[in-house]
């Protein structure tokens, strides 16, 4: 075999034995198994947890501590229009793909209660746009006028504000780390300009070996 041939087989084996190495694979999870853990950052073990305890815990208050509503339903329950105008992350990570989850997943949460009425995202974004404004702004009186005379236009009057708030705290011990993760709602009636505020934390610890883990933790 002459010398470019052998260099070209050994290529090929170099080339095999390289993809067979780095295969990936994938598995559908099912609806018992547990949530992957996220080995550098946060993942579904930690935002989905901290939505359900956080906004469970602002219904639980809204819905006696709130006293502005739009309108009753049929059964004479209270209703209370809310504009969610979206996730801010203050945190010392990206938090990807999951920014977009963790909004459905707080919007539809919210949406099943028969006390609340969600205002359509697709409204709620295109106002926005209309009056310039961003959640930052929507603290000012003035903003908010601007942004309900817009969905007014389309119908869509409100009577609170739902901004959702990510954050986060390090603690670093040697090459090992915990990250404390705090997911924060806050309901503001613009009639009244009061506040309702609830939040969630779910403390993480990264290490970077299995082996290091196990000694710290016995697992």
Known sequence: MTTSGKLLCALLATSILTGCRGRQYAHVLDHDDQDLVGSHEAGAETWKPLIDES???MLGRACSDVQTVSYTNAQGTPVRKVCFVG???RSSEPVGDFKEQ???HIDSVIGQSDQFRMISRRYVEAAMIECRCDPASLVLPEKQRQLQAVLEKQEQPFDFILFAKITSGTTRSNKDYQ???LLTLELLDIHTGESLKESAML???Y???KL???RK???
Do not use: C, P, Q
Request: charge should be positive; avoid cysteine; charged fraction near 40%.
């Open 212 to 214: 290091a883990a196990f």
């Open 207 to 209: 290490h970077k070996s």
């Open 217 to 219: 933790y016995g697992r």
């Open 87 to 89: 996730v801010e992350n």
């Open 55 to 57: 906004v469970a815990r």
């Open 203 to 205: 403390r993480k610890g």
């Open 179 to 181: 990250r404390d993760y």
């Open 102 to 104: 963790i909004y459905e």
